[in-house]
């Protein structure tokens, strides 16, 4: 038993041949998949603990805040959302497509007004994430309205009016810049 190991172990990691090469890639790919990103997944309490920003929706188009909240202001103060609010809130300035978001699974009842949400939408295959806009309870029941920064409105058609606890993936808590484009070029090759 021990020389296979060995036999194995000096394949993946001494060979210099194309066979070695792929088969350390696969290897290193199902480890990192269902080994490093559930265990992830298990310590952050959420199925989806990295995801990548694959929308424009959250830029402020690389304008200074106070830029980007006059030219924004109307929809948010008609919301009772002032600056002084928005100021407070996690990620005040967007982020980018491209960027990598860290979440945590969080009760409903911890999400506030002004958090960034992931959910599962409507007609969609992929995950949004958007900005809490409204948090309405009923009968101890949560439910969330989201908008993307860069939106003009939430999106009926995504749901994202009145999402519900069970659509709730994970509430974002660090941003990592750019990293995510490495997912996004490929996923854009093998599409």
């Known amino acids: 038993m021990s ?6 172990w000096d394949f993946l990691w001494h060979s210099d041949s194309l066979a070695s090469w792929v088969v350390s890639f696969i290897v290193a790919f199902i480890v990192v998949k269902f080994v490093i990103y559930a265990g992830i997944g298990l310590l952050l309490g ?24 006059e030219e924004n ?3 948010y103060e008609n919301k009772n959302i002032a600056k002084e609010d928005f100021e407070t ?20 009842k911890d999400i506030n007004k002004g958090d960034v949400i992931v959910f599962q ?30 939106n003009e409105d939430s999106y009926e058609q995504l749901g994202e009016t009145k999402i519900s606890e069970d659509k709730l ?20 090759i093998i599409q």
């Not at 959420?46 to 909240?69: K, L, R």
């Not at 809130?89 to 409903?108: P, Q, T």
């Not at 949560?142 to 993307?148: A, C, D, E, I, M």
């Not at 993936?169 to 854009?188: D, H, Q, S, T, Y």
């Open 121 to 150: 939408a409507s007609n969609t295959a992929h995950p949004v994430i958007h900005r809490v806009v409204k948090v309405s309870e009923n009968d101890n029941d949560y439910y969330f309205q989201t908008k993307g920064d860069n």
């Open 169 to 188: 993936i994970g509430k974002a808590v660090i941003r990592i810049p750019w990293l995510g484009w490495v997912k996004i070029i490929f996923a854009e």
């Open 3 to 8: 020389n296979t190991f060995k036999k194995i």
């Open 73 to 75: 202001k109307d929809w």
């Open 89 to 108: 809130y996690i990620f005040k300035n967007g982020f980018n497509k491209g960027d990598i978001m860290i979440l945590v699974g969080d009760e409903s």
């Open 46 to 69: 959420t199925s989806y603990p990295i995801v990548a920003v694959v929308s424009g929706s959250m830029e402020h188009n690389g304008v200074g805040f106070d830029q980007w909240w």
